[in-house]
């Protein structure tokens, strides 16, 4: 799904308050549509919508098909692109195709499914939502379809029926070092949809006039951790340069199979890395998922220049690209 929304949580919300509700879900799209598959619209009965499905585009026509399948109690299966006038006038008109499936939380979308749904999510659980289009088969799948999940891609099965909605926990990043490239990193990734953390047990370093509005554990790095919890979700970037602070945090970064971990420093001071973490016990697959020096080769020389390097690498090991 797009970053992470609270579609299917808001859904939860509306029917259990009464309101007849319907969760609206881009299932497919081609050229240039506006938003990824999986990103989800909630209507209301009521008209009260959240979410977009398109960036705007076409949302008009969702909700008036959605209410009418709220009133009919039925799955809908919309089509919208350049051969349509009505998606044509509203914008796209670039080629753009997108295909939105309408499901009434209820009558369609039963409601304990979707209960069960919100509470994986808050759990940090990932989950696949999966829906046959043709026969209406819906299911939660726990410990299936990994790779989805892993790359964070919903889509169709190769049989065309199957759609797969993958509902994985928010992006987390763990930044040990308070330092100048940390100051670059955090509102990027910010507006990357991370949730950041910053820990560094150095008052000096670890101040809310350098992260204002941060999360800021001035904890050891290892104790830091822990009291965040890591997962399959998250990014751990360590800037400090100083073993006694970024090998606690990363030791625990290896045991819990987070997908990315950078740490700054030479070629020569991450061979020195890797010769400790031998040391400590971890093996030669475990250790190469640390990249270091920390970024892409984009010639970075300033904070600023190294965080979008850093970013950027973040960003092709949780697509797949590197």
């Known amino acids: 799904m797009d970053r992470f929304d609270n579609s299917p949580e808001t859904a939860l919300n509306w029917h259990n308050e009464g309101k007849p509700t319907a969760l609206a879900t881009v ?37 008036v098909e959605a209410l009418e399948a709220i009133d009919e109690g039925e799955a809908r299966l919309l089509e919208f692109g350049v051969s349509d006038e009505d998606a044509f006038a509203v914008g796209l008109a670039c080629g753009g195709t997108i295909r939105v499936l309408v499901e009434p939380v209820g009558s369609v ?36 379809y990994r790779d989805r999940l892993r790359m964070d891609r919903s889509g169709f099965e190769e049989d065309g029926q199957t759609f797969v909605a993958v509902h994985n926990p928010p992006l987390r990043l763990m930044v040990v070092g308070a330092v100048h490239i940390a100051q670059a990193l955090v509102p990027m990734a910010r507006i990357a949809g991370y949730d950041p953390a910053i820990i560094d047990p150095r008052d000096a370093f670890a101040s809310n006039a350098r992260f204002p509005g941060e999360t800021i554990l001035t904890d050891w790095p290892d104790e830091a951790v822990a009291k965040l919890g890591m997962d ?23 045991k819990a199979g987070v997908f990315y971990i950078g740490a700054l420093g030479s070629t020569r001071t991450h061979a020195k890395r890797v010769a400790r973490m031998k040391d400590a016990g971890f093996s030669d697959e475990q250790i190469s998922q640390i990249h270091g020096p920390i970024g892409l080769d984009i010639g970075a020389a300033d904070p600023s220049e190294i965080a979008v390097a850093i970013l950027a690498q973040m960003t092709a090991v949780l697509r797949g690209k590197a």
């Open 27 to 63: 299932v497919e799209t081609w050229g240039s549509a506006p938003r990824r598959v999986g990103a989800q619209l909630v209507i209301a009965g009521d008209g009260r919508i959240e979410g977009s499905v398109s960036g705007g585009c076409v949302e008009g026509a969702v909700i």
């Open 109 to 144: 979308l039963p409601e304990p499914m979707l209960r069960d749904l919100v509470e994986a999510r808050a759990r940090r659980e990932p989950v696949a939502y999966e829906v046959n289009i043709e026969t209406g088969h819906r299911a939660l799948r726990r410990n299936a």
């Open 232 to 254: 399959s979700r998250t990014a751990v970037v360590l800037l400090t340069h100083d073993p006694k602070l970024d090998d606690p945090a990363l030791e625990s970064a290896l």
